[in-house]
């Protein structure tokens, strides 16, 4: 299972949102390039950064931030936030993401990510799946679609997606365990989809757990600011 630790950028800091509100959120770092650095240099090999303020503008706002940890490290880096148009995606893989993360727009104009799907294939363009409940969220988590999480993924797979960012936002940035029972029923559900947990992580038990239900991997955010995992904790993983 793949480790992922997740850098959310605002205002070109390191920050975190409980549930996705962005009236509750916490600045842990004001320099995210430093950050990821020390996560290169623990091991980790991939990194999830999402432009929160981008994801509120509609385009992507924190390119330089992005272009600086690809500059100065080797993680594989996964984009999102912000990812609306032909225009964005193509500045987003200029500025070094190996991948780029559909949300929103994938609910919203689905037969545009199907064409990014087409043209840069599935192990670039991954799919986020925002849900709370059954339901997909949209609009930076400020609105529920009327497309439930099953179905989202159901059509997804038909289109050549494989890779789904699953977050629980009545989990993320509150430090209270992963929806291990929803992961599960997703796995068993949909054995040709790399799956991969965010949301909730708290403490290396949980990573255990989720690698048993078969997940592929799992982002981290939180725990690792707040120091309920360490880095150090992560080797056996990596």
Same mark, same amino acid.
């Given at each position: 299972?793949?480790?992922?630790?997740?850098?959310?950028?605002?205002?070109?800091?390191? =920050?975190?949102?409980?549930?996705? #509100? *962005? &009236?509750?959120?916490?600045?842990?770092?004001?320099?995210?390039?430093?950050?990821?650095?020390? *996560?290169?240099?623990?091991?980790?090999?991939?990194?999830?950064? +999402?432009?929160? #303020?981008?994801?509120? /503008?509609?385009?992507?706002?924190?390119?330089? +931030?992005?272009?600086?940890?690809?500059?100065?490290?080797?993680?594989?880096?996964?984009?999102?936030?912000?990812? !609306?148009?032909?225009?964005?995606?193509?500045?987003?893989?200029?500025?070094? &993401?190996?991948?780029?993360?559909?949300?929103?727009? &994938?609910?919203?104009?689905?037969?545009?990510?199907?064409?990014?799907? &087409?043209?840069?294939?599935?192990?670039?363009?991954?799919?986020?799946?925002?849900?709370?409940?059954?339901?997909?969220?949209?609009?930076?988590?400020?609105?529920?679609? !009327?497309?439930?999480?099953?179905?989202?993924?159901?059509?997804?797979?038909?289109?050549?997606?494989?890779?789904?960012?699953?977050? #629980? =936002?009545?989990?993320?940035?509150?430090? !209270?365990?992963?929806?291990?029972?929803?992961?599960?029923?997703?796995? !068993?559900?949909?054995?040709?989809?790399?799956?991969?947990?965010?949301?909730?992580?708290?403490?290396? /038990?949980? @990573?255990?757990? @989720?690698?048993?239900?078969?997940? #592929?991997?799992?982002?981290?955010?939180? /725990?690792?600011?707040?120091?309920?995992? /360490?880095?150090?904790?992560?080797?056996?993983?990596?």
């Amino acid at each position: 299972m793949d480790i992922i630790p997740a850098i959310d950028l605002m205002n070109g800091q390191c =920050v975190r949102l409980s549930e996705g #509100d *962005f &009236a509750r959120q916490t600045i842990y770092d004001a320099d995210p390039v430093a950050v990821a650095q020390r *996560f290169a240099d623990a091991g980790v090999r991939r990194l999830h950064l +999402v432009d929160l #303020d981008g994801a509120r /503008a509609g385009r992507p706002v924190n390119l330089a +931030v992005l272009e600086a940890i690809a500059n100065c490290t080797a993680l594989d880096i996964d984009a999102g936030g912000g990812i !609306q148009t032909d225009e964005a995606l193509a500045q987003v893989m200029s500025a070094g &993401a190996r991948h780029a993360t559909a949300g929103s727009l &994938a609910v919203r104009q689905p037969a545009m990510v199907q064409a990014w799907l &087409a043209c840069h294939g599935a192990d670039t363009i991954f799919l986020g799946a925002d849900f709370k409940g059954a339901h997909i969220l949209i609009n930076a988590w400020a609105e529920q679609s !009327q497309l439930t999480l099953t179905d989202f993924l159901t059509d997804y797979l038909a289109a050549g997606a494989t890779t789904f960012i699953c977050t #629980d =936002v009545s989990k993320d940035g509150l430090l !209270q365990g992963p929806a291990l029972a929803t992961y599960r029923s997703l796995v !068993q559900q949909f054995p040709a989809a790399r799956f991969i947990a965010s949301g909730g992580v708290t403490t290396i /038990a949980d @990573l255990d757990a @989720l690698a048993e239900a078969g997940l #592929d991997g799992a982002i981290i955010g939180k /725990a690792i600011y707040e120091g309920t995992i /360490a880095l150090s904790d992560l080797r056996r993983f990596l």
